[in-house]
């Protein structure tokens, strides 16, 4: 099969035609989406999970549940994808941006503490390229101050800090099925959390508010009778219309079956570069710092150049040349993107603080965005991955 088709190869195609077969009829009740729901929920040792359409939509609707509103702030790192930022955003909050350890290139809690205001709603720490923040420090400050928690998992399925699992420790953990992710379904997204109350806002909160929708079913439909009385009323809640197809549901169902095979593939090719790293990255690069104890998923495998005389650009290009994927750059930082003058415009003309865009508000994220390389961790053979890690070894004797 070419390209990533190997991904699907599970019971993906049989779920599908089960749909197709049904004509859609279970469309409204949801069964492949409580299936999949049912799955993740019991792989995460949680009380409830929920589909979206997107993992952008779940971190939307997550905040709305948490009571973030208008003029709230949520404190998240500039160093994700704007996702991040734009969901908050939706909410009519203020993104706070938190800056990042230089090592581990994720939240630092140092930061997070300072930056807290009375208009403080919600953290949102992004598990970035497969590894956790530190949440022991992160979930300490949230009761200090009492702040709700987000937990970002998007690139995050199953890694662990200090033996917990990722979205598991925070009041609603988020994951995305985004083509690029570990899991799949071309687009999606899950969230999970033990509070009832949470997730019935947040089934309601994806299926256009409807009353009937609980936490553990987004079955709409209980009696047709009742339904189809002139004088019923369906809806108890505002809410959006952010539910997952069935089609997308037998997809990504087909593949939480098999997430730890997809998860160990990638912590085989992460320890792959990690010790290219260690034996020839000397005074070149770095990787991305994990404490002992935690547990990464390699999403992808994180470095920064160490070397100021090496040109990012020409470093990509020679490890291209020697074979190798090609290296992706960080996202530019969420407060240095082009979009940033319409929020602005969009904020004043809504009387809303302009969120803090200033040069400096996050200094390391800015002296180590430019230095991060993303190596690709998605190889399907040990073949492919020592192509991959003798791309890097390569490259890394040619600058040291």
């Known amino acids: 099969m070419a390209g990533n088709s190997w991904r699907f190869e599970g019971n993906e195609r049989k779920y599908v035609e089960e749909v197709l077969s049904s004509g859609f009829a279970s469309a409204t009740s949801g069964n492949m989406n409580s299936k999949l729901e049912a799955q993740f929920a019991e792989s995460h040792k949680k009380n409830y999970a929920i589909t979206f359409n997107s993992g952008t939509t779940t971190l939307h609707a997550a905040l709305w549940a948490m009571g973030v509103r208008y003029g709230d702030e949520v404190l998240v790192s500039p160093l994700t994808v704007i996702s991040c930022m734009n969901a908050i955003l939706y909410c009519n909050a203020i993104p706070v941006f938190v800056d990042i350890d230089p090592d581990t290139f994720l939240m630092c809690p140092k930061d997070l503490e300072s930056k807290i205001t009375p208009k403080s ?22 009761n200090k101050n009492n702040l709700k928690v987000l937990e970002d998992c998007a690139e995050c399925y199953l890694a662990t800090h200090k033996g917990k699992v990722a979205g598991t420790i925070g009041d609603i953990g988020s994951w995305s099925f985004e083509n690029s992710k570990h899991l799949s379904c071309g687009d999606g997204g899950i969230v999970a959390t033990d509070n009832e109350s949470l997730g019935d806002y947040l089934r309601k909160l994806g299926t256009q508010g409807f009353k009937n929708a609980t936490a553990k079913s987004g079955k709409i439909r209980v009696s047709k009778d009742m339904f189809q009385n002139p004088s019923y009323t369906r809806h108890s809640h505002y809410g959006f219309m952010y539910r997952l197809p069935e089609v997308a549901a037998a997809v990504a169902l087909g593949q939480v079956e098999r997430m730890e095979y997809f998860i160990n593939k990638r912590q085989k090719m992460g320890a792959l570069y990690k010790e290219v790293v260690k034996k020839d990255g000397a005074g070149v690069i770095s990787s991305q710092y994990l404490p002992d104890g935690d547990i990464s998923s390699y999403w992808c495998f994180a470095a920064k150049i160490i070397n100021d005389s090496i040109d990012w650009v020409e470093f990509r290009k020679k ?8 290296i992706y750059a960080a996202w530019a930082l969420l407060y240095k993107e082009g979009s940033i003058p319409e929020i602005h415009q969009i904020q004043k003309q809504m009387g809303l603080p302009l969120m803090n865009t200033n040069d400096g508000i996050c200094p390391n994220a800015e002296l180590v965005q430019p230095r991060i390389l993303q190596f690709t961790t998605n190889q399907n053979s040990l073949e492919e991955m020592d192509i991959q890690a003798e791309a890097l070894s390569k490259t890394l004797r040619y600058f040291s």
Do not use: N, R
């Open 121 to 142: 709603k919600a953290i949102m720490p992004i598990h970035l390229y497969g590894q956790m923040c530190d949440m022991t420090e992160i979930m300490k400050i949230a």
């Open 319 to 326: 490890h291209v040349s020697f074979g190798g994927d090609g």
